[in-house]
């Protein structure tokens, strides 16, 4: 699955740049640390709104997670992403991550 991160320009919707990066190339830990830190399964309704709270709220955290995720993203880059991207790029790895672990489950009980 590939995952991007589109970067804004400063006050403006216009996209400056678009990182991108292969599920394929992640390490365990890294999704591992961002499913923590966003606790997904504390979600009530799993709403775009809800999730968008606990998104700002670990925003600090996460910072890392995606300088990790994406090759040569820079702090001052983050700051210039937007809310709605980061919660669909949240998704996707949870759904990526998930898939992952279900799929392991198969294979051991094979």
């Not at 400063?10 to 990066?21: G, H, L, R």
């Not at 606790?39 to 700002?56: D, F, H, W, Y």
Request: glycine content about 4%.
């Amino acid at each position: 699955m590939e995952l991007t991160l589109n970067i804004y320009k400063k006050n403006s919707k216009e996209i400056e740049k678009v990182y991108k990066t292969e599920t394929l190339n992640l390490s365990w830990g890294v999704i591992e640390d961002i499913l923590d830190a966003l606790n997904l399964g504390e979600l009530k309704t799993g709403s775009n709104s809800e999730l968008a709270v606990m998104v700002i709220k670990c925003s600090k955290q996460l910072r890392p997670f995606l300088m990790d995720l994406f090759d040569g993203l820079t702090a001052d880059e983050v700051r210039n992403t937007h809310i709605d991207d980061l919660i669909e790029l949240f998704k996707n790895l949870y759904r990526y991550a998930t898939n992952e672990l279900w799929m392991a489950a198969d294979k051991s009980k094979n």
